[in-house]
């Protein structure tokens, strides 16, 4: 159980274009979802905090018109980056959570910008 | 500031030996534990959680917590050299809703 899902797993675009990114829990509704990004040897970093129905919670320093967030149901949310340069450049991982706070990962999208 | 801090490793042990990681953290609220073990180029995964003070044990992973020193551990027995990876702690506190705070992770290297 508890499977999350996201697609694609690479992708790579070039600058200036737009990229979405899909999250689902396959097998449990998430009343919350998590959008993370990690560079080469460093730790995760939380970009926002998404609930079903709700507008996205940014951290700080994570500019939202750049990173759009949508949580549309329950087994859903997307991450589109908006005009894409290559600093944005990562791993954008998702993780999932119901009841309480155990969050399940997604494998994560490898995005190249050219 | 919320904190939890591991040492980054590597952290090097034999084939078949106990590996043992720690993690503090400074928040005397927090109120939920996990541990993640992430490959390299993979993405995390739950290994453990523990909510109350003592011992939880599942297959070859033992997870410890003492709330009153603020530390919790993850002790690997028997350790094989498909453990080798990035084992990362994190913390839940009920005021941050469902986030979590992570460690910045300890490698784990377990030679043949």
């Known amino acids: 159980g508890a499977v999350v899902s996201q697609h694609p797993s690479r992708v790579i675009c070039k600058s200036g274009t737009s990229v979405k990114i899909e999250c689902r829990s396959l097998d449990f509704q998430a009343t919350t979802m998590f959008w993370y990004r990690q560079f080469p040897k460093k730790s995760l970093m939380l970009m926002a905090t998404?609930?079903?129905?709700?507008?996205?919670?940014?951290e700080q320093g994570v500019e939202k018109d750049k990173f759009l967030i949508n949580h549309a149901s329950l087994t859903l949310s997307t991450l589109t980056v908006t005009s894409a340069h290559p600093e944005d450049s990562s791993f954008y991982i998702c993780s999932a959570s119901s009841s309480g706070n155990t969050q399940y990962f997604g494998p994560g999208t490898r995005l190249t910008v050219l | 500031q919320k904190e939890v801090e591991q040492n980054s490793g590597p952290l090097s042990v034999p084939e078949g030996a106990i590996a043992s990681l720690n993690c503090t953290y400074s928040d005397r609220g927090s109120q939920s534990f996990f541990w993640y073990r992430q490959y390299s180029g993979k993405s995390p995964e739950l290994i453990m959680s523990?909510?109350?003070?003592g011992d939880k044990e599942d297959g070859r992973f033992t997870a410890q917590l003492n709330k009153a020193s603020q530390y919790v551990s993850l002790l690997i027995r028997d350790s094989q050299p498909s453990d080798s990876a990035t084992y990362l702690c994190?913390?839940?506190?009920?005021?941050?809703?469902?986030?979590?705070?992570f460690g910045a992770g300890t490698i784990l290297r377990v030679k043949s």
């Open positions: 523990i909510y109350s003070n």
């Open positions: 998404s609930n079903e129905g709700s507008k996205a919670t940014y």
């Open positions: 994190a913390v839940g506190l009920m005021e941050y809703g469902n986030k979590l705070v």
